[in-house]
T-cell receptor, first 114, second 112 residues
Framework: DVKVTQSSRYLVKRTGEKVFLECVQD?????MFWYRQDPGLGLRLIYF???????EKGDIPEGYSVSREKKERFSLILESASTNQTSMYLC?????????????FGPGTRLTVT | GQQLNQSPQSMFIQEGEDVSMNCTSS?????WLWYKQDPGEGPVLLIA?????ELTSNGRLTAQFGITRKDSFLNISASIPSDVGIYFC????????????FGKGITLSVRP
């Protein structure tokens, strides 16, 4: 079974803090994704990566950056957390070869910025 | 951007009933996926569809890839209380590499 883990289930940070969300997958997947999920807005793609050290902006990259130094790990960074970044953050991975576009999600990190 | 339409936002059914959910778009998709999300958890993949017309089952769940490639549906038969959750459809546009487009989800409630 594919396993995607996220470093924290719940996180509380203060406005202006730098926040790191970590995601690790154990299936040697090429692609990794970061989404945020808000009520009524569904899943919105922040950034994704299709290879080590490669990244591409998603639909809402402002205020975020990412890092992928190793294939299995994809980090989301909030440079200076703001209250409007309070949300559920979901990491996903997918094989990315042939017809394997199925994304597998981690359990999520619920971030509260006060 | 492209959107997948799921409606209504919420559905309420009685335990034992069957329920059907649609996902529609004005664009053609090459892949359709259905996910379920339990409260406080990440979405879990239920069914993946790769060919127009394809009908796939997973236990009490059945999903179909529409012939026009612009829609998909998910059926749940003989619902049980643990079917409660949010059901998302997702699709891959031609040329979209590995990115998926997600619907906003339907929250299903099952009355015992």
């Amino acid at each position: 079974d594919v396993k995607v883990t996220q470093s924290s289930r719940y996180l509380v940070k203060r406005t202006g803090e730098k926040v790191f969300l970590e995601c690790v997958q154990d299936m040697d997947h090429e692609n990794m994704f970061w989404y945020r999920q808000d009520p009524g807005l569904g899943l919105r793609l922040i950034y994704f990566s299709y290879d080590v050290k490669m990244k591409e902006k998603g639909d809402i990259p402002e205020g975020y950056s990412v890092s992928r130094e190793k294939k299995e790990r994809f980090s989301l960074i909030l440079e200076s957390a703001s209250t409007n970044q309070t949300s559920m953050y979901l990491c996903a991975s997918s094989p990315g070869t042939g017809t394997d576009y199925e994304q597998y999600f981690g359990p999520g990190t619920r971030l509260t910025v006060t | 951007g492209q959107q997948l339409n799921q409606s209504p936002q919420s559905m309420f059914i009685q335990e034992g009933e069957d329920v059907s959910m649609n996902c529609t778009s004005s664009s053609i998709f090459n892949t359709w996926l259905w996910y379920k999300q339990d409260p406080g958890e990440g979405p879990v993949l239920l069914i993946a569809l790769y060919k127009a017309g394809e009908l796939t089952s997973n236990g009490r769940l059945t999903a179909q890839f529409g012939i026009t490639r612009k829609d998909s549906f998910l059926n749940i038969s003989a619902s049980i209380p643990s079917d409660v959750g949010i059901y998302f459809c997702a699709g891959r546009l031609p040329g979209a590499n590995s990115k998926l487009t997600f619907g906003k989800g339907i929250t299903l409630s099952v009355r015992p």
